[in-house]
């Protein structure tokens, strides 16, 4: 499903973001990524995403080598993810539905097949009640459970989640975190980006963590940070 091997990515100015990066996550497997601010957890999403290209080394999504992936490919590839921000990247000036619809408008569903899947989605984040409303109308944890429906709405089998709970309290935070344990109920593979460790100790998932570019375990094996 997710498949790094002996990735890198070095920016322009000679940063080196990540280092030798190896890990798989199955189909239906649920993680945390985890590492202080700068250890490379957003440049790992974006390698998932295609947002950024590693400079060594291959990073496979459901079977496809993203380094062999075309640019016409990009919006195919992309619609097996689902992709969560902790500032919600909401668009302010269209409501709720609107924003959560986006991604089945840029597919080409019909009216019909894309108020059905966004009332669906909506009602399982549990706001089936403010799809008339605009974002700014909503609370935080609101907002980002209209981030989590858009993120969900065309049924991707991956779900990255970006510092999803980073603005929540911590009961926010847990019913956050219950939602993504639903979608992995019905086998979908989700990888949660935090830096919050009191919350991932209270989870039995398994975590990956980053220190400076370089992964110091990947939750089934320790490996050593300076290898």
């Known amino acids: 499903m997710i498949d790094f091997k002996n990735v ?40 998932i ?34 992709m969560i921000f902790q500032n919600h990247n909401l668009l302010m ?14 597919e080409g569903l019909t009216p019909r097949q894309i108020r059905k899947r966004v009332e669906a989605a909506l009602d399982k984040v549990g706001l089936s009640s403010k799809l008339k409303c605009y974002p700014y109308m909503l609370s935080g944890g609101e907002q980002q459970r209209v981030g989590i429906a858009r993120a969900i709405v065309n049924k991707p089998p991956i779900i990255l989640a970006d510092e999803p709970t980073g603005n929540l309290d911590p009961k926010l935070s847990l019913d ?3 939602l993504f344990e639903d979608f992995n109920a019905v086998g ?17 998932y398994r975590n990956l963590t980053l220190t400076q570019g370089k992964m110091i375990t990947d939750g089934l094996a320790v490996t050593e940070a300076n290898e």
């Open 8 to 47: 890198n990515k070095t920016y322009p100015g000679g940063f080196h973001a990540l280092k030798n990066i190896n890990f798989s996550l199955q189909a239906g497997e649920m993680a945390f990524l985890t590492g202080h601010s700068g250890a490379g957890k957003s440049t790992l999403l974006k390698l």
């Open 49 to 82: 995403t295609l947002m950024e290209k590693p400079t060594s080394g291959q990073v496979i999504i459901n079977n496809s080598d993203l380094s062999k992936v075309s640019y016409s490919q990009v919006p195919y590839i992309r619609r097996n993810i689902g």
């Open 93 to 106: 000036d269209r409501t709720v539905f609107d924003n959560v619809a986006l991604p089945l408008v840029i």
């Open 176 to 178: 956050i975190i219950q």
């Open 188 to 204: 979908v593979c989700v990888l949660i980006a935090t830096h919050d460790l009191g919350l991932i100790a209270r989870m039995k």
